[in-house]
């Protein structure tokens, strides 16, 4: 228990909180000079400090709301919270980042700022006053004793005696402990004031939410964009080469058409992953944080994605493609880039039908394929292209859906047009 005394007294985060409290009294001296000023002149007085105890307490006490008025900016909050975090010991995430926008965030980290310069100047003002009192208490007796000097210094009078070469350091000592509890004390009870008054308030929590929310539609983003057209491309790649493959010895010129096909897929390919990882490379203070993927092929390079898709589609336009804004034609090209993957791989060369129509308010894209057996075997919750679809449907305020109808795989989506703005 000793231990753990002493500890809680003199140990290291009693040592920080002291520094944290002595800093706090350092703040207040400006504000209680002015108020002292004031107040020497309100009573006329003849000296700056005034003439009595007192006198300090008052302008002590008209100290205070100065500063407090002066913390409702709201940079005081995160200049008062990076002083705190590594002086008070109180655990990081229980402080609010940022400034103070709110009204009661302002308020509170004004709670905070009073707090801090009131605890501070007592316990500074007490450091400074005691400890030399401490330290006369445990010096002054043995050294008159030994020097011969007792009874010289009428002021300490009390302190000659034999009984003050004992009683003298213990008072001394006493005066210490009294000067670390009070530090400690003072110490434990900001420390404790910490989430009240600078954690996060709901607007806070909720921002924070919201910045989290925000970098994770990002990361779904990316990840959708890197399975879709690195997705396809290794579909439309695999089935190239299986293909030229068979035909080797038999069809040179199918070869070659194969393995050009290939190197243009795969070029292309690392065209759009690397736009896709340069996102991550975007500074801060991007504008594109909306839900939306990033800028990519839209529905006017469609029909050079059916030119090389590997599989034969026959495809239906209706409505004016351009009259599409730019993230919904994105998000389009890329739902009919998944839909042809999940035909190329799962039904091989069997034929696709597409249709896209471009109504008023809305894009709507049907896909048909032939149901093969393999295809008709739906995995619980499908797979992560079909809930990509999905996501990006439900994103722009629209809708997928995917499954056999009878003998044929459907895709169906609706894209809203006035989710792109």
């Known amino acids: 228990m000793t231990r753990s005394v002493t500890r809680a007294l003199f140990g290291r985060r009693a040592a920080l909180r ?5 800093l706090g009294g350092a703040l207040l001296m400006p504000y209680w ?33 100065a500063a407090a008025l002066t913390a409702l900016f709201p940079l005081t909050r995160p200049l008062v919270s990076a002083a705190a975090r590594p002086l008070c010991g109180v655990p990081f995430d229980r402080y609010a980042e940022g400034p103070a926008r709110t009204r009661a965030a302002r308020v509170r980290t004004a709670g905070w700022f009073t707090l801090h310069l009131a605890l501070g100047g007592l316990v500074s003002g007490a450091t ?47 005066v210490l402990v009294l000067v670390a ?32 929310a925000a970098d994770l ?4 983003r990316l990840a959708r964009e890197l399975h879709d057209s690195v997705g396809h491309a290794l579909s439309a790649v695999t089935l190239q080469a299986s293909a030229a493959r068979r035909v080797l010895d038999a069809d040179p010129e199918f070869v070659r058409e194969a393995l050009a096909a290939i190197e243009e897929t795969t070029r292309r390919t690392v065209g759009e992953l690397d736009a896709v990882l340069g996102i991550l490379r975007k500074d801060d203070d ?25 599989v034969p589609v026959e495809c239906e336009r209706r409505g004016d493609p351009a009259a599409v804004p730019d993230p ?58 079909l809930r990509g679809m999905a996501e990006r449907a439900t994103l722009l305020g ?10 044929v795989w459907r895709l169906d989506v609706r894209l809203p047009l006035g989710g792109g703005r």
């Not at 939306?292 to 529905?299: E, I, K, S």
């Not at 896209?356 to 393999?374: A, C």
């Not at 629209?398 to 003998?407: I, N, Q, T």
């Open 33 to 65: 000079l002015l108020s002292a000023v004031l107040l020497s002149v309100v009573r006329e007085s003849q000296t700056l400090f005034g003439d009595s105890l007192s006198t300090q307490f008052i302008a002590f006490a008209a100290a205070l709301p």
């Open 217 to 220: 539609a990002v990361r779904n």
């Open 286 to 310: 991007a504008e594109d944080t909306g839900a939306v993927g990033p800028a990519g092929p839209t529905l006017a390079l469609l029909d050079d994605l059916l030119a090389r898709c590997g």
């Open 18 to 22: 002291w520094v944290h409290l002595v």
């Open 181 to 212: 509890a009070a530090s400690a004390g003072a110490g434990a009870l900001l420390a404790r004031q910490v989430p009240a008054l600078l954690g996060p308030t709901p607007a806070d929590k909720l921002a924070a939410a919201e910045r989290r």
């Open 398 to 407: 629209g809708s997928a859906a995917a499954g056999p109808r009878g003998d």
């Open 328 to 385: 919904v034609s994105r998000e389009a090209y890329r739902i009919v880039q998944e839909g042809l993957t999940n035909a190329l791989r799962h039904n091989g060369g069997a034929p696709v039908s597409l249709s896209i129509t471009v109504h008023e308010e809305e894009v709507e894209i049907t896909m048909e394929n032939p149901l093969s057996e393999r295809a008709a075997v739906v995995r619980p919750g499908g797979g992560r292209g």
């Open 128 to 174: 400074l006053a005691l400890t030399p009192l401490a330290v006369v208490l445990v010096v002054l007796p043995p050294v008159s004793y030994v020097t011969g000097t007792s009874g010289r210094y009428e002021k300490y009078a009390v302190l000659d005696g034999p009984w003050a070469l004992l009683l003298g350091p213990l008072g001394g000592a006493a």
